[in-house]
């Protein structure tokens, strides 16, 4: 087998990250402080969004949103099952059960009606999930939400940058969770943020991710007795710190750049496909979105077979994800989930990165029409 000489997914970083790091490194203020607040207000501009609560991962940010939403023992919280296992882990940390539901083949996210069909008297929230950057239909699901009484928490682990109709993700819902983890298209090395219109949303957020104390390090740092750190409710170890948010600041300054090298490269993969028998890229308006993944179903069965044969080329491709509902902690054999399921048999992905180049994305074409032409 040959060395992997195209990864999967690869940060974009430079001159500006360092130098921003080395700036909080020079401050000695290295946990939550000035920089995470101007990043959550870099986030909260390019958001249009009201309230920004920078947290240390897109899963803490998840399991905080719930929290605050008031979920109770018991409560559901209905989800695709095609996600990241971190969905159902923070909904499980925030003491509910997670509920799947279906997604749709042609754009692999959350099928509303499927949802729908699942709100029951413990139904607390519904979490979809822009899958890829893709938004889902917002609109019905807000509908929904709406009409059935129960909170919409967006998981756009993948999907910040993105718009629907117009306006960008952030801006629309109830509440929206983002991730900056190491490989999402906008890092903070590792870090989340829960963004919301709902001011009381947003300050039960802040408070519990600093361990329920309801003044953090920063705010308290020449207040009269500095040291009184009172946990008034609920809380974790979640902030973020300085150092990761002068990371996401120097990636931001950049936004426009790396979302439309991205935007190209998905163009140029589907011009490219067009002419090939058998695979099919996730549908949606390249317009829109700051694209995470560059998707394809398989449709002849033979999709770990092509991933084989891309690995022997040196590609490295990846299967996001194996279905919630099969995992072993979240095992649920009642659940009727035939668009998932086809959809892990055909879904892969292919290599996408700020710095892969338009001639990598022709050789990756191209071996992937010699598998099929074979
Ligand atoms: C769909 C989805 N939700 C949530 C998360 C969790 O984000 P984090 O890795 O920042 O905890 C991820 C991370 O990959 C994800 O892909």
């Keep these: 087998m040959r060395r992997t000489e ?41 958001c249009g969004a009201r309230n920004v609560v920078a947290v240390s991962s897109g899963t803490a940010a998840l399991q905080l949103a719930l929290h605050a939403c008031g979920l109770e023992p018991g409560d559901e919280v209905i989800l695709p ?55 889902c239909d917002l609109d ?9 009484g129960v909170r919409v928490v967006e998981d756009a682990a993948h999907a910040f940058g993105s718009s629907f109709r117009g306006s960008p993700l952030g801006s629309i ?48 740092r020449d207040a009269h007795r500095p040291w009184h750190q009172e946990a008034v409710s609920f809380g974790l170890r979640a902030h973020m710190s300085d150092l990761n948010a002068a990371i996401g600041l120097a990636q931001l300054e950049r936004l426009e750049e790396l979302r439309s090298q991205r935007q190209a490269l998905l163009r140029r993969y589907r011009e490219g496909l067009a002419t090939v028998e058998g695979v099919v890229p996730q549908q949606g308006d390249v317009d829109t979105v700051f694209p995470f993944l560059a998707l394809v179903r398989v449709l002849d069965g033979r999709r770990d077979a092509l991933l084989a044969h891309l690995e022997s080329e040196g590609i490295r491709a990846w299967v996001h994800y194996l279905p919630n509902h099969l995992h072993q902690a979240f095992a649920d054999p009642a659940s009727s989930l035939p668009a998932t399921e086809r959809l892990f048999a055909e879904l892969l992905s292919l290599p996408l990165y700020h710095e892969l180049a338009e001639e990598d994305v022709d ?5 992937v029409r010699a598998f099929f032409d074979a």
């Design 6 to 46: 195209v990864p999967i997914h690869r940060p974009y970083l430079g001159q500006a990250e360092l130098e921003r790091i080395a700036a909080v490194l020079e401050s000695r203020w290295l946990g939550s402080g000035p920089v995470t607040r101007e990043f959550e207000d870099r986030v909260a501009a390019l």
């Design 81 to 135: 099952s095609l996600t990241f296992v971190a969905c159902s882990q923070a909904i499980v940390a925030a003491g509910g059960r997670p509920v799947y539901c279906d997604v749709e083949l042609k754009t692999a996210t959350i099928d509303v009606a499927s949802a729908a069909e699942r709100i029951g008297p413990r139904t607390r929230a519904i979490m979809p999930v822009h899958f890829g950057g893709f938004a």
């Design 140 to 148: 019905a699901l807000l509908e929904l939400g709406r009409t059935r």
């Design 173 to 220: 819902g109830d509440v929206t969770c983002f991730s900056f983890d190491p490989i999402k298209n906008v890092t903070c090395g590792e870090g989340g943020a829960v963004v919301t219109a709902d001011d009381e949303l947003a300050g039960l957020v802040r408070r519990a991710r600093g361990l329920g104390v309801d003044r953090d390090g920063w705010t308290r």
């Design 363 to 367: 050789r990756i074409v191209e071996a």
